[in-house]
């Protein structure tokens, strides 16, 4: 009679970890891939409008200064390296993000 249950039990343990991975797995997903294009997008829309605000405002024939700050701070990100090395900040966050979700690892 033992058998049955044990099969049972077995069988119950087995169906919820699976449904612990699949929900695991969805969050993981959600995470890496939908939310930083939900973010850039929102972000993006956001610059863009302001930028469209800005421009409506400003008296016609002068020079944006928001375009030339902007020029000038992509211009030092760039010959500083602020942009790889952000990048790669990013890169080691998330693929410790990705470690420290594995079971048994010893990241943490």
Do not use: H, W
Not at 14 to 38: D, E
Not at 74 to 79: D, E, R, V
Request: proline share 6%; charged share 5%; aromatic share 10%.
């Amino acid at each position: 009679m033992p058998v049955p249950v044990l099969g049972l039990v077995v069988g119950l343990l087995g169906k919820l970890l699976l449904a612990i991975a699949a929900f695991r797995l969805f969050f993981i997903t959600l995470i890496v891939v939908v939310l930083p294009t939900v973010l850039n997008n929102f972000v993006y829309g956001l610059i863009e409008n302001s930028i469209d605000l800005i421009n409506a405002n400003l008296p016609a024939g002068s020079d944006s200064l928001v375009f030339q700050l902007s020029g000038i701070g992509a211009y030092l990100g760039s010959q500083l390296g602020i942009i790889d090395c952000f990048n790669i900040v990013m890169a080691f966050i998330t693929a410790k993000l990705a470690l420290s979700m594995i079971p048994f690892s010893p990241i943490k």
